[in-house]
């Protein structure tokens, strides 16, 4: 899967599931109003943003603190295409997998990506490309078993082939 | 191998298991609550999926309840729905999830327990390997009872001596966020021993168990003793193994804390990671006040509130609002009398649920009001408006301010 689109803005460490996902905003579990609130508490303007790139990028331990899955889904129903940080927080980490967040670590990937850069990203082969500065890095690989859940749409798309219903 | 290793190794069927080795644990118990679990519900039906062990799953309504909202509201029923369809306990109103599953005696020494909330991680206190899941995993977990999952590397806490009088465990869990700041743990396990843990309450050592996760912990857990088997005498009748670390279990690295010398920390709003010796925030005025949540919601909490609440009253300036964890929480207040000290001192006494700790009802801050809090989180809006302050303290500091209408070291009033 190689994703090319614009890096919509670098976020910094510790970026908090609470906020990414607040309750506040979150008054019925739909994926309009997930993906409406998402981001809404750390950056008014998320959603402007994201109409000039679909690629995030962010600091350390990205959706630290509460287990809300809303958090990742937010994202993923925004329409967030790819999400690359320097670490996840470990129940964001899994739970973007299991829905079908396209996620990548790249430990140094605040260093040199900036708002509006275009990034070409293989997340088979973890190649980051930032075509805008000139400059190539590399993400972690996921395990083939979880590249295949997290490409799919996630572990529900994978129930729904084991149950033989689709 | 560690407590931790030796639980995982247990559950996956192996003879051991090594950091970073992934194997598929089979679990014990799995939970989740009406915020998060209609997040995978309709799922769930529309695959014709069925639950593995219908007295292994678990649902409670906790964060919202009774509910404030209608879609609050929408969220419980829901969940009462599909307990019902599913024929799985249900627990309704009558506390918060992590109080009720020791509580109900769902929470054995060795055991797995997981669950759509990330203070699961609370469990450790009893000695078994818990720690909380996404709603999609959890389906998945409610449909087939296993899970992968990498085996931590672990971290150790060696508390020396014992805490001082109006020092609690909270304090501990706070100290412990100062040394690890909000990734420190991440993906590890915390173990938790020395004289000064072993010497805690079981309420006290849930308490810091609690916060594991606020480093990032995957679980935090301390090696069952007899106050775990004495907590577990009539709420369960199965067998169970209290775990210990082998004398030659390896462990990434080893913190040592003189437990005689920690003062009572709180934590400055931002982070929990924030934390300082009560001292330096000694003088904040702050206006609310919150006693309860699953971190400090128990017994030792109100009593050690109540002896100091006695015979004194509320700062004319605070609203203190105080949450037990669960009915049988609020029940033995009752039969102990701390209620009645709570209401002469003019605090405010609630049903048991998780309350404003998580911002979505019951006691919400506005515009820059600033909060000292039992609970165990204070980014920017956890607990409503994003310019709301919130202080995370130990239930004596709270207690002790409440009265004074700024934060006040509890040793003052003992």
């Given amino acids: ?166 | 191998m560690t407590i931790t290793e030796k639980i995982m190794a247990r559950a996956a069927g192996l003879s051991s298991v090594t950091p970073g080795e992934i194997v598929d644990v089979q679990v014990d118990r799995v939970f989740s609550h009406e915020k998060l679990g209609p997040l995978f519900f309709d799922k769930f039906r529309e695959l014709g999926l069925t639950v593995w062990d219908k007295e292994r799953a678990i649902l409670f309504a906790d964060h919202g309840n009774p509910p404030s909202k209608a879609s609050d509201a929408d969220l419980i029923v829901k969940t009462g729905k599909f307990a019902e369809d599913y024929e799985l306990p249900f627990y309704n109103g009558e506390g918060i999830c992590h109080q009720l599953m020791p509580e109900k005696g769902y929470v054995l020494p060795g055991t797995v327990v997981v669950g759509t909330d990330s203070h699961t991680t609370t469990y450790g206190a009893l000695g078994a390997f818990s720690t909380g899941f996404g709603s999609t995993e959890t389906a998945w977990i409610f449909n087939k009872g296993k899970i992968w999952m990498k085996v931590p590397h672990t971290l150790l806490f060696k508390v020396s001596g014992k805490l001082g009088a109006g020092v609690m465990g909270k304090d501990l869990a706070l100290h412990i966020m100062k040394l690890l700041g909000p990734d420190g743990a991440n993906y590890r396990a915390i173990e938790y021993t020395g004289g000064a843990v072993k010497a805690l309450s079981l309420d006290g050592r849930m308490s810091v168990c609690n916060m594991a996760v606020e480093a990032g912990a995957k679980n935090g857990v301390i090696e069952a003793d007899g106050k775990v088997e004495a907590f577990l005498k009539g709420r369960t009748d199965q067998a169970y193994e209290m775990v210990k670390s082998d004398p030659d279990a390896v462990y990434e690295k080893v913190f040592e804390i003189d437990g005689d010398s920690l003062p009572p920390t709180v934590a400055l709003p931002g982070s929990s990671s924030n934390s300082a010796p009560v001292g330096e925030a000694v003088g904040t005025p702050f206006t609310r006040a919150l006693l309860g949540t699953c971190t400090n919601g128990r017994m030792e909490d109100f009593r050690v509130a109540a002896a100091i609440l006695k015979g004194r009253k509320v700062h004319s300036k605070v609203r203190l609002q105080v949450i037990p964890a669960s009915r049988g929480i609020f029940r033995q207040c009752i039969d102990e009398g701390l209620v009645q000290i709570f209401l002469d001192a003019g605090a405010i006494w609630c049903n048991p649920n998780c309350g404003p700790c998580a911002g979505g009802h019951y006691g919400l801050l506005g515009k820059d009001e600033v909060c000292v809090s039992t609970s165990n989180r204070n980014m920017p809006g956890r607990m409503g408006d994003s310019s709301a302050k919130i202080f995370l303290a130990s239930p004596a500091v709270v207690a002790a301010s409440a009265v004074n209408g700024k934060i006040t070291d509890p040793r003052d009033y003992l």
């Avoid at chain 1, 690359?84 to 899994?94: M, V």
């Avoid at chain 1, 140094?108 to 190649?127: Q, Y």
Wanted: net charge neutral; charged share 20%; hydrophobic share 45%.
């Fill in chain 1, 1 to 166: 899967m190689v994703i090319k689109d614009r890096v919509l803005e670098v976020y910094p460490d510790n970026v908090s599931a609470e906020l990414i996902a607040h309750t506040r905003y979150i008054t019925a579990l739909t994926p309009q109003i997930l993906g409406d609130a998402a981001m809404l508490a750390v950056d008014p303007d998320f959603h402007a943003k994201l109409k000039n790139g679909g690629v995030m990028a962010a600091g350390w331990n990205f959706g630290c603190n509460s287990s809300r899955e809303w958090a990742p889904a937010a994202l993923y129903h925004s329409g967030v295409k790819l999400l690359i940080a320097r670490s996840f927080a470990r129940i964001f980490y899994r739970s973007a997998i299991n829905i079908g967040l396209v996620i990548m670590e790249c430990p140094n990937i605040t260093e040199w990506v900036k708002r509006g850069d275009e990034l070409e990203t293989d997340v088979a082969t973890g190649a980051i490309r930032n075509i805008t500065a000139g400059v190539s890095g590399k993400g972690t690989v996921l395990p083939e078993s979880l590249l295949r859940i997290m490409t799919a749409g996630g572990l529900m798309e994978v129930l729904k082939a084991e149950s033989g219903k689709k």
